[in-house]
């Protein structure tokens, strides 16, 4: 067990720019939702604030959503990207996220940011040094270890004990400024070679050491996914989150898959292992792809977006802009309903209990939670265990109808 | 949860006569065996006594140890297999197995017997009845449910009622006969099918409710492995034990495999969840299969195999011949160490501490025990935690010597 | 090169049974096709008349399209499969489909029938006997060699040599019968195994050597695809025709899907060799599967898949009830264009010529025929070689338009 | 067809420096190699000298077999690579292998080199310019496009018109220079996404475009193995050769699976269309890779060897240091048999005729020549067709031996 174990006692519950601000999140982006999480949000357990992708790299080169290759990302004299100072100015001078980190700790929030598996192209290209060691970036890097979606970095050579100094490097610098969360992408299912989607499962160990040693508790989330089963203990050995999905969006088809997922994962929920359904596109997101826009999916969707997410003790982070969000009534309310929130977080033992092909129902807390699903595309009556409507905190009737794609929360309420 | 609670609490200990009968186990075979097992092993633990494959084939089908397809089985009128009458004297006149289940109980012993999954294809092509319905066997038998190693049966359509109540009709059968461990065969991992080794688990689900309610706590055991680690939950749910493997024979390669699949399975090992390692291969074995012979195991894998099953927790099932081997008394001292012994049976939460090129490390109930394997073909040495060497019943030296393919079980004893 | 050379030196053309019938075709039907196909198509080419599967099977188990599993079929003593005397009346006596060979001869035209792979079960359940063999069924079927999609039959085992006496005796049959063209299912793509489709390789050569001794030439078809391009040097030494494409039915889906199939097999079509785009699915089908309808196939896709069968030189083979069909005029002028006939009997060097998202060109013997394929949704524009428009009948514009799935036949007419 | 018509007309015949010299052949190396063939082999049809792979690599990157990664490669200011000056020093001034080039035509002979797929990665990550266009290397090289195997280049976008005209002007650099063959490597199996082996397939169409641009006639010979059959039209048409295996050495393994290889390709054989069994491993080789060294192949193997790629009309390219093998008779006279290489050159239909465990037969030229293969490890006696022994130059018994792994080629003499 090399990771840090005082950390993610409970699903981590948080924000991630990703979903609104794609590439493109700027401090100024980022200090908004803090601020709403802070007034808003703070009170019902939301704590992290997590910047997402390819802060190193200049505002012309995010300008499209997606990456633009082969551009010049900042990065320091040991081979460690740093944010962009345009785009992060509280960074100039070398002060990296300290000032941003500690902004958000004085809102009494947590700070996290998002890495990419291994080295700078750039660095390897250029031949940089590592901080500690007398190799360079091009004796660790691997020319064949790459992103199959990204062109920034290089996965290292696990067999080359320079490697790991060069982690070691990435997160004193992560404890130095203040992080607490580490979102660490292309790690968790590489796509790199047919048969082993977890190739990197090395690195995870490279990181999860390097997490170690720098003194500082952080959060390691590993993605992106589908994670592989046959791997939940050395997951759960090394990271305290991982991702049980690709890109999860705002589709039917994406939620409805999602229970297949839940099912094969719910053996491998506890305490500092947290199988993940990634982040939450509900309310306002996407401005950061084009133009900012309502979440596709229904009310009734989000409904069982959020039931799923809470009684499978997915951790919960929010996708949408907050700023632009906190005026939605229905959105802050699935965000803010306690006894959701205290099934995710305190509830234990959840299990899928029966399934056909319109009805789903898991239960958890050894009966205390009851939720079922209408997988259809037709309204079903069920007839619920329970005294409890969580979502419409009223009593629960003998028979409830859920509507399509919809959900019923249902709790034994003392 | 379909499954019995009441039994397999701690891994099942017993004996099955494949390894040592193939095909052609007799009555008089399986009373020897359980009588040696009364008057050698039962004080320590060991109590299933299974007959394998094929007791309802005539003594002609049996003499090839290869299933001879397209004969004759012995079946009652509603379409269930029953034993040979030749072969198990005790049944004639229609009793069944339940006079060898009485001789066996009244050793203070536990009796099984093997079953494939599905209806007899002669029973399909005849259109037999079923018990308790007016389908008939051509009706619930699926023609492309097939085995990919035996011709006898034919696997039931899960969307026919009627299916269930011939697996109900088995389990009454076998509850009148007094059966207490039920292996179900060709289930576990069908490949029939490329992308779905788990194809038949909707019988696994009819197995199980049929076992629940037929009223007498009998143990689940499904094969051949390997099983799928994403069906975890679903096995736990229906069965009691599972092979993670497929046959397992004395060959270093196969036992070298089974770290990996321990790897693997470790987080799903518990009280009536067993993943399962197949049975053991040592002693006099092969008698069936052409003529007796020694295990092709070295001693030193055979302390290897002992320690990984007892550490891991894995089910213990013999495999050799008990009257032909209970006179050597190495393999007797392996199977009567009440240190490994409690080991598997009392052990918790075991765990792969580490592996490297040449040695695997397990530890379990806390750090009281810990196993290290020579997965190498050099000798080794170690310098191993706890005071006490479970084989050897003496002290820990600071350092220890391990053979090649060798184990070291070491354990802290007050 | 084991086939028969002085037949299927041009792609067969014929009719058959199945995309109208489907299982259900009788003799009745059969002649009424056979009656249409002499007054109005013979002078065009077509010649064989096909019956496609099941005909050993009552009519009680035909009422059901979809095949009923474990129905008794009716057999010779010889494990032969013979027609049903009731859907074939003139088969009474033991006369088999001699009588109705006769009359589609009568009529100047062929006679085909289908068969599936292997020996029936219920042959080898009752240990029946061989013609000229003293094996039974029992002896030489193997319980594992099964249709995924129906269960009639097992396949034989190619190591047993009494294997090839079976195949021998049923085209000895066949000979006696009259039979011009043997349709064998089951045995192209077995998807019996997961990397190998191809498995019933043997099986074939027996298929075909046994075609050869049995004296009396006949086109030996095989089914179902997709046939695997590595074999197809031992399909064209083995069999005249084969399918390149599962059920071929009147989606546009499926009618894209042949552009790329035809780009595959096109160095592979030759005298005595033809890749097989299956039957073709315009007209009045589906009777046999519950009620007669128009095909789906828009006008422009009909032109299209009439154009590209005939350019690519696909056997052409009906699926309509030319009976119910023949006072279509449309349809009846898509059978009877001599020169996209003439394209398919005696072009020669069909190539792919190029390929964009719109549009797909195929020129055949030399530049004589030029295809042209809007395979986009859209109406598009191209400047076509040639001076003729083979389906108007008229000279070609500098310009034509295609519309949206349609094709452009032009020529170089002297 | 893209493709020159003017050249490879016959199966290539030739050396290669890979075997002998790895990715340090030298200018030196490769003159040396051309003054034996053209003395000793040019006469029997011998013409084609290519330099393999890293002819722009510095010395100190070659001293190492294995490719280092992100040294510095020679490249012009148009991100097109050039020799290094220290190992080709007649290269200097910008002359690039033309010097070389001339002077191994005025031996009478042809001159080839060896490329990567793509654009320099270090160009990419520079930024520098295209001949011809205003696009700069970052933007037509893909960040995933790469090579499992070399960390050289990055493979370019298809979609990007600018990427054609880098291409382009690469031929027109080696058509300058006196290019008479081209190797394109990681282009025939990238092996870059599972199920897409033929990824590079537009790529090879661009290079077959820029080809035909440059107006010198070249062979273009693709690489590495296995081609995908499927594929086969698509390779006709766009080049002359293409390797049907991986890296082929001197392993009985390797050259046993050949026959697999060549029974799947044997129907795509023919002018200008060549399935290439790779080079020929048979004398002083390995030089490049540590030290000189023998083939491994028995002289019975090597006789297999040579029969079989002669028989199914493969390229012949020499794999060993010709220098160091000239004084070896007996690999000589397996090199300049005229009737073997007649039947390689002018020889037609190659087919399998026959294989069983222990024999294969291949027949071409209507029966003129017959070669027979033992591939058991016993002795067989054959039974021959024909009055000749190609490599005993002697007239044939009516039965032969055939020693383990060893063949007898016989043909017709008149």
């Known amino acids: 067990m090399n990771k840090c174990s005082s950390v993610a006692q409970r699903p981590p519950m948080g924000w991630n720019s990703w979903d609104c601000f794609a590439s493109r999140a700027t401090e100024e982006d980022i200090l908004k939702n803090a601020e709403v999480m ?9 704590e992290y604030v997590v910047c997402d992708i ?19 990302l900042k990065m320091d004299s040991y081979s460690r990207l740093v944010p962009d100072e345009i785009r992060f100015p509280s960074s100039s001078c070398g002060k990296g996220f300290a000032p941003l ?7 009494g929030l947590k700070f996290g940011i998002h890495i990419m598996r291994g080295i700078p192209r750039q660095a390897a290209h250029s031949g940089t040094g590592i901080l500690g060691s007398s190799a360079t970036a091009s004796d660790i890097a691997e020319f064949g270890s790459i992103s199959r979606w990204n062109g920034d970095m290089y996965g290292l050579d696990p067999d080359n004990a320079e490697s790991q100094k060069y982690y070691d490097s990435l997160f004193e610098l992560y404890a130095q400024w203040g992080v607490d969360f580490v979102k660490i992408d292309d790690i968790c299912n590489t796509n790199m070679f047919p048969h082993n989607p977890y190739s990197a499962s090395r690195e995870i160990e490279m990181y999860s050491k390097a997490a170690q040693k720098c003194g500082r508790p952080m959060v390691l989330s590993l993605s992106p996914g589908p994670a592989v089963v046959e791997q939940a203990w050395h997951l759960t050995a090394n990271a305290h989150m ?28 506890g305490a500092g292992s947290w199988p993940d359904c ?19 999916f229904t009310k009734s969707e989000q409904v069982t977006l959020m039931t799923l997410w809470c009684v ?18 229905w959105t802050m309310s699935l965000l803010t309903n306690e006894e959701a929130l205290a099934a995710n977080q305190e509830g234990w033992n959840p299990r899928l209990a029966d399934k056909s092909e319109s009805l789903v129902t898991w239960i958890s807390t050894g009966g205390k939670y009851a939720a ?11 007839e619920p265990i329970g005294n409890w409507n969580v979502w419409k905190k009223a009593g629960l009737g003998k028979a409830e109808n859920i509507e399509p794609h919809g959900a019923l929360f249902a709790m034994k309420k003392e």
């Open 38 to 46: 802070e007034r808003r949000l703070k009170q019902y357990g939301w």
């Open 54 to 72: 390819q802060w190193s790299a200049p505002p012309t080169a995010v300008n499209d959503p997606v990456y633009k290759p082969f551009i010049k």
């Open 101 to 107: 980190a500690e902004a958000i700790h004085n809102k």
């Open 242 to 269: 991982w991702r049980i999905t690709d890109d999860f969006w705002d589709e039917w088809r994406l939620l409805r898959d999602m229970f297949d997922r839940c099912e094969r994962w719910q053996t491998h929920v």
């Open 278 to 296: 990634d982040m939450i596109p509900i309310g306002k997101i996407g401005a950061g792809f084009g133009s900012q826009r309502d979440t596709l």
């Open 312 to 329: 499978f003790r997915s951790p919960l982070i929010l996708g949408c802009d907050l700023a632009a969000t906190e005026n939605d009534d």
């Open 372 to 382: 079922y699903f209408n997988i259809s595309d037709e309204r079903i009556e069920v």
